[in-house]
Structure formats: C-alpha cells, structure tokens
C-alpha cells in the first residue's frame, strides 16, 4: 500500500473516532457542517488550527495529537483513498500513530503532556501522572 493511501486510512480512523458524528461518513455534513472541501478552502494549517482550538460550534479536540491530526488532514485531502469501512484498527493504528508521538513518555508535540507509550488514552480520560 503507498504511503498516502496508508496515512488517509489512518485520517479515516481518527475521523470516524472523533468526527464523523457530526460531519457524516461522507463528509458531507449531519450536525455540523460539510467538510469535504475543508482543505481546499482552508488549507492544512487551518484544519490543525479548528481541530486544537474548536471554531463557531465545533469544540476544541485539544486530546488528538498532532500525528493524528495530520492524518486526519490526509484523509480530508484525498478521501477517495479511504473510503467508508476502510480505516485501520488495532495494534497497525496505535504502532503508526503512537510511536511518532511519545518520547519517553512525554509527547513530542503537546509539551507537558505525558502517558504511557503503550495505549492511547480513550477520549476525555485522565492521564497518568508522570514519575
């Protein structure tokens, strides 16, 4: 599989976890807004800016990390190459985005955030205190 296909199946994983609620599987909008031509209008560091800090009606998702966001952006860029049904699970997800992500247990892109590299923490979940 090539790399950009990979990345928007991982988008498509974030999306489906975090987004597809309220903009459709078909990115075409339910509760919020159509998104499908997001980066096209936007651009990426638009999309990263209303993922972290929430814009009009759509609240900040101050927990997905910067590898995740990024992925996500892949997706909203080329969703063709992720369609519904097609987003990746398990292990093959938290390996690609996870290690990008925790340097000895602190996060390479939120500072003073830490976890354990093993699992993601579940969405709203507390994190561990660091040693």
């Avoid at 994983?13 to 936007?42: F, M, W």
């Avoid at 651009?43 to 759509?58: E, K, L, P, T, V």
């Avoid at 892949?74 to 996870?98: S, W, Y």
Wanted: glycine letters at 12%.
């Amino acid at each position: 599989m090539n790399p950009a296909a990979m990345q928007a199946r991982l988008g498509r994983t974030v999306y489906e976890q975090n987004c597809q609620v309220c903009h459709g599987p078909d990115l075409k909008g339910d509760r919020g807004p159509a998104i499908d031509t997001a980066v096209s209008r936007l651009g990426a560091d638009g999309i990263s800016d209303i993922i972290a800090h929430g814009r009009g009606a759509m609240p900040a998702l101050p927990t997905v990390l910067m590898p995740a966001i990024a992925a996500v952006t892949a997706f909203l860029k080329q969703p063709d190459l992720a369609p519904p049904g097609t987003g990746v699970g398990g292990n093959a997800f938290t390996e690609r985005i996870a290690p990008h992500t925790w340097i000895l247990g602190r996060s390479a892109t939120r500072p003073g955030m830490a976890r354990r590299a093993t699992s993601l923490p579940r969405r709203g979940a507390p994190l561990p205190p660091t040693t």
